[in-house]
């Protein structure tokens, strides 16, 4: 018997979409084609400039020349422990912390602690495309709690409750929310929080976009608003979004400490530390003030704005307002069997296709977000290409016969 070469596992992982798509957008730019890409989900700004220079002391100081302990530094647990209680009034211990790889690997290790082969998560689709293959890679099965444009993309604890059956271990809670920019009332995520309290259900929550909110929306930690959770919550977070920190590849997780422990213990075999130059860096940020954040902020909010504006006056097209992260969703699915000079995209995927193709102009279809009719546009970029892009698509898709 000749046995695969790659096991079931990994095989079924997919390629990130989103991934993907920025790729072959490069790849176009890097051939001499003038494409702007709406795909990645990273701010344009530079690290700011102290972060960067903790960073280089840190490659001076021979301690992290050396491996550290692998649920991260001392003192950067501390920060992150105070970053918590003074953002989100969440009081935690040092000792419910792991530093992880970025905020993807405290996604991967917070399944792989909780879950169990069987166990379901409750996830609201459209969803953020890691999350589907960590809670995989768990053994866990997800249930999609499907939302759509009529809502603003908010779930309601009714949805909630008929997707909830007795082998339903975790309820997943993003807001903001990549990849639809929705943001939860301080009301709402009460009322979600006390509905899983209710049910023993443990919470996910990824909170990476805590400081982008715009106009009368807000960040509420479902932590603190409802603490008849208990220890059944992990929080899931990053440098990231807030410092311009992509590269970098810090995040954390925080839970009860055996869950902190179990999670340390994988890492420990797994990635050990996270580098410490970029744990110094990281030190530096959570350690300083918000005042880079509420800069970026100011600039996504007037690009969000013009964007959300010119996409509604796409005939065809549907954006409900996003509150938060740097994304709009817009529903284009009145576009899709239209005809596009002689071609009629049936799926977003292929008119996103079409529209890169054509318009060189880089969209991620929804199919990538687990609900097909959709785009996701990041606002993450320069003013000027962001007008000329959504031009770009507002002038390739009013031509739909
Ligand atoms: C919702 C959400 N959570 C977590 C992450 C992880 O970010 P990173 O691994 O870069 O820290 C991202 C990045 O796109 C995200 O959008």
């Given at each position: 018997m000749t046995r695969p070469r790659i096991s079931a596992r990994i095989s079924a992982i997919s390629e990130s979409a989103t991934l993907a798509v920025d790729a072959k957008a490069k790849a176009m730019k890097a051939a001499g084609r003038p494409v702007i890409g709406f795909g990645a989900g990273e701010p344009d700004f530079p690290t700011p400039g102290y972060i960067v220079e903790a960073a280089v002391e840190a490659c001076r100081?021979?301690?992290?020349?050396k491996y550290t302990p692998a649920g991260g530094l001392p003192e950067l647990k501390q920060a992150i422990a105070d970053k918590t209680l003074r953002d989100s009034g969440y009081r935690i211990e040092a000792a419910q912390v792991l530093v992880t790889n970025g905020g993807k690997q405290a996604v991967y290790e917070a399944f792989a602690t909780l879950l169990d082969p069987g166990d379901e998560v409750l996830v609201v689709a459209?969803?953020?495309?890691t999350y589907p293959e960590a809670i995989k890679l768990a053994g866990g099965v997800q249930v999609d709690v499907v939302t759509d444009e009529t809502t603003g993309y908010l779930a309601s604890v009714e949805q909630l409750e008929a997707a909830r059956t007795d082998r339903t271990k975790v309820l997943l809670f993003v807001s903001?929310?990549?990849?639809?920019g929705a943001v939860y009332s301080p009301e709402q995520v009460e009322a979600i929080g006390r509905w899983a309290a209710e049910h023993d259900l443990w919470v996910v929550t990824d909170?990476?976009?805590?400081h982008l909110t715009y106009g009368d929306a807000s960040f509420v930690s479902i932590a603190t608003a409802v603490p008849e959770l208990g220890d059944r919550v992990v929080v899931l977070n990053g440098v990231a979004k807030t410092y311009a920190?992509?590269?970098?590849r810090v995040g954390w997780l925080i839970g009860p400490k055996d869950v902190v422990k179990a999670a340390t213990n994988l890492q420990s075999h797994a990635t050990s530390n996270v580098s410490n130059v970029a744990q110094a860096a990281a030190l530096a940020a959570v350690a300083g003030d918000l005042s880079a954040v509420a800069e970026m902020r100011e600039a996504f909010d007037r690009r969000r704005r013009t964007m959300v504006r010119m996409l509604n006056e796409i005939p065809g097209v549907l954006c409900p307002e996003p509150k938060g992260a740097f994304y709009a969703y817009p529903s284009v699915k009145e576009l899709l069997g239209r005809d596009f000079g002689g071609r009629r995209p049936q799926t977003s995927a292929e008119l996103a296709e079409l529209i890169l193709e054509e318009a060189e102009v880089a969209l991620v279809p929804g199919e990538a977000f687990g609900t097909p009719g959709y785009f996701r546009l990041s606002y993450a970029l320069g003013d000027e290409d962001l007008v000329e892009g959504v031009s770009r698509v507002a002038k390739f898709l009013t031509q739909a016969r």
């Open positions: 100081n021979p301690r992290f020349h459209p969803y953020w495309t903001p929310s990549n990849p639809t909170e990476i976009y805590e920190m992509t590269g970098w």
